[in-house]
């Protein structure tokens, strides 16, 4: 499941929810304004979703039937748009055949259907093109409601019989099980207390495969809340920590700025603290960028402790030659944001808050914060879209020259060799120490 949700497995996921539809029951549709959810989506992942989920068509109870071809017309859309714009996966949300083609062909990753495989062409589609599947649970109870009222536990059982005969049949048309997660389906054909006991005994639907748990502003919240569905944002993220401590492997929720502290508190407390030491470089080329490059390394200290702090070097801009020289210095940070997606999206959030704006790639920048290495690393690693050591640690001087203040003897994992002969064989590059590390407190 690695190589399509990168970070599965160490951590628990995070999947933003987008409805390309008119008819969503929590509020947020965009019908067929393809850039406005297209925004959103881009949201989302800079604040740290990991995965988009599409649909196209409600399922929301009630629901108006979507004809094919605008469920079709909307989601292809969407999915391309999306593919153009962000680098996390994709998900499909659809029961239809000829819609989860078209996505997939559009770049979607995984199918999402809440038909509990009524239909096992999708599991065939996605075998076909190396995809995962979710299914969820969303069958009708065969209990009376008294027996229900009496007995919420007993959907368990129901569910994680109908969801291993689903996943079954997925297996058969050509599906490997390690590309199939399960949804117990929180507020499909369920009263609130079965959903409630679903995320109670979660570990029994987890015994089939990995699970993804969505309750974000549905229902059996309000029914334990009394709020409306734009009022249940602490009622989601309380219900996707329950979840995670239950055993959740991926939450879907759609507020995913609001959710991510929750989760990510929720996944400390389940799977442990673990601290790292992180070499983040630093650059700055707009403005003050002295000031800037302070401003930074200050507000790192928020994400764990500022351990070192190179020198400060001048280079020439390498592959836009017409713009100011940058300052680029290096930060050692000790941090708990161990894993490399998470510390990233903070790092990219600090840009933001101190002005960086979306420029062509290369150009001036008012910051540049970048996970370099990791002290101690023995293998290269990939969390969602990001990579380390750095890509492009190895042909930069100007990187290199002041990590090799900090950290002359790490080892770059890929190559086996140490910062000092990085630094060695990048000697003809461009690139100036001006001051030490007294430039963060010496007067400008």
């Not at 497995?9 to 067929?32: H, I, K």
């Not at 207390?193 to 974000?216: D, H, K, Q, T, Y």
């Not at 290369?362 to 990001?386: F, K, M, N, Q, W």
Request: proline share 5%; aromatic share 2%.
């Amino acid at each position: 499941m690695l190589d399509l949700l990168p970070g599965f497995g160490r951590r628990t996921l995070v999947m933003g929810v987008l409805n390309a539809t008119n008819d969503s029951f929590s509020g947020d549709g965009y019908g067929d304004d393809v850039a406005a959810l297209v925004r959103r989506g881009l949201d989302m992942a800079r604040d740290g979703a990991d995965v988009l989920d599409v649909g196209a068509a409600s399922s929301r109870p009630g629901h108006a039937d979507v004809p094919l071809a605008q469920e079709l017309s909307r989601a292809r859309s969407a999915v391309a748009g999306l593919r153009a714009a962000v680098e996390v996966p994709i998900s499909i949300d659809s029961t239809r055949a000829e819609v989860v083609a078209a996505c997939l062909e559009a770049g979607a990753r995984i199918v999402n259907d809440v038909s509990c495989l009524a239909d096992d062409r999708l599991a065939a589609l996605a075998a076909g093109r190396d995809a995962a599947l979710i299914v969820v649970h969303t069958l009708p109870s065969a209990r009376t409601r008294a027996e229900r009222d009496a007995a919420p536990d007993g959907i368990v059982g129901v569910v994680r019989a109908e969801l291993a005969a689903a996943v079954d049949r997925a297996e058969a048309a050509g599906l490997p099980r390690e590309r199939v997660l399960v949804d117990p389906g929180l507020g499909f054909a369920k009263i609130a207390a079965e959903s409630f006991a679903l995320v109670r005994e979660l570990g029994e639907i987890r015994s089939l495969a990995p699970v993804v748990v969505g309750s974000s502003r549905k229902g059996h919240l309000g029914a334990v809340t009394g709020r409306r569905v734009d009022e249940r944002i602490v009622a989601g993220a309380a219900a996707a920590s329950a979840a995670i401590l239950a055993g959740a492997d991926v939450v879907r929720v759609h507020d995913v700025a609001e959710a991510i502290d929750a989760v990510r508190t929720a996944d400390a407390i389940r799977r442990g603290v673990v601290t790292r030491t992180a070499y983040v470089g630093l650059g700055a080329n707009v403005g003050d960028a002295r000031a800037t490059l302070r401003r930074a390394i200050d507000e790192m200290s928020r994400l764990g402790r500022v351990t070192g702090v190179s020198g400060l070097w001048r280079t020439e801009p390498m592959y836009r030659t017409d713009q100011p020289p940058f300052l680029n210095a290096v930060a050692s940070l000790e941090t708990s944001l161990a894993c490399p997606a998470v510390l990233v999206s903070e790092l990219k959030r600090i840009e933001r808050e101190l002005g960086r704006v979306p420029r062509e790639r290369y150009g001036p920048r008012e910051l540049d914060l970048d996970l370099l290495l990791y002290r101690g690393s023995s293998a290269p690693e990939r969390d969602g879209t990001v990579r380390v050591p750095h890509e492009r640690l190895a042909e930069r001087r100007f990187v290199l020259g002041p990590l090799a203040e900090l950290a002359p003897d790490e080892v770059e994992p890929r190559s086996g060799r140490t910062v000092r002969e990085l630094l060695a064989a990048v000697a003809g590059q461009d690139a100036e120490r001006m001051e030490g590390p007294e430039w963060m407190t010496a007067s400008s």
